[in-house]
Every structure is written in structure tokens, then in C-alpha cells.
């Protein structure tokens, strides 16, 4: 449905019922995905989008699995983990 579209059904609409029935969504995320902002040569970006797309994923899922995997590689092995934290991880490598 195009903006204009839109903007005719919702100023023509009455949707007070369909507010008053509706319910927070209240629930929470033990470890939410939070934005930074990264400065990489052009040439570099541009390697990882190429390989991004050769995988068919988005270049920032990429640039996410690099940086999980380096972390995990210098890891301290004798730091632990909660089941949750475990579970997420293994999440984001499938």
C-alpha cells in the first residue's frame, strides 16, 4: 500500500477500538543489539559486501561473525558462561 494510501486510510478510519484492545508487548531481550559506528578503508568494505553478498547474508551479519569469532578465539577459557549466553552464541553461528 503506497504512503498516500496510507496516510487516506488512517485519516479516514476510526482505529480507537483497535487501540484499546491492543497490549504492550513487555517482554525484554537479555542482551539487545545495540549500533556503532565503524570507519573501514572503502576498499575493505567493499571486500567484506562482496563477501557477504557471496554468502547471501547482509554485510553487518558478517562483520558480526567476524568479531564473535575473534572474540571467541581470545577468549578466556576459564570465564563462564550462562546457559542463555551459550544458546545465543550457538544461534548466531547457525
Known amino acids: ?5 496510507l496516510r487516506e486510510y488512517y485519516d479516514t478510519n476510526d482505529q480507537s477500538a483497535r487501540l484499546a484492545a491492543a497490549t504492550w ?3 525484554t531481550v537479555d542482551d539487545p543489539m545495540v549500533g556503532i559506528t565503524v570507519r573501514l578503508p572503502a576498499a575493505t568494505l ?3 559486501r562482496a563477501i557477504a553478498a557471496s554468502k547471501n547474508v547482509r ?3 558478517l562483520l558480526r ?3 564473535e569469532a575473534s572474540l571467541a578465539e581470545d577468549a578466556d577459557d576459564s570465564r ?6 551459550l544458546r545465543r552464541l550457538i544461534a ?3
Open 80 to 85: 563462564t558462561i550462562t546457559v542463555g549466553e
Open 59 to 61: 554485510v553487518t551479519a
Open 1 to 5: 500500500m503506497a504512503t498516500d494510501d
Open 46 to 48: 567493499n571486500a567484506a
Open 65 to 67: 561473525q567476524w568479531i
Open 25 to 27: 508487548d513487555t517482554s
Open 92 to 94: 548466531r553461528a547457525g
